[in-house]
């Protein structure tokens, strides 16, 4: 099962530590997402606040 990082909101399917920022606290509580191609040229990834590319969680359930 899909995990989301509850500091970035990055998905993950395997591990428990978070590829992106590093942070350990992961939930199973998460809906929608939006997948990162190109950060540098994302609006999208601006607004949210995205620095790297991946699949993120519009929200997180905790």
């Known amino acids: 099962m899909e995990k989301a990082c509850k500091k970035c909101r990055v998905i993950i399917a395997q591990g428990d530590v978070c590829p992106i920022c590093g942070a350990s606290e992961m939930t199973l509580k ?11 040229k994302s609006e999208l990834a601006k607004k949210l606040g ?3 590319n991946g699949t993120y969680a ?3 359930n905790a």
Request: charged share 5%; glycine share 6%; no cysteine.
């Open 58 to 60: 519009l929200s997180i």
């Open 50 to 52: 995205i620095n790297a």
């Open 30 to 40: 998460w809906s929608g997402y939006v997948v990162i191609m190109n950060v540098e």
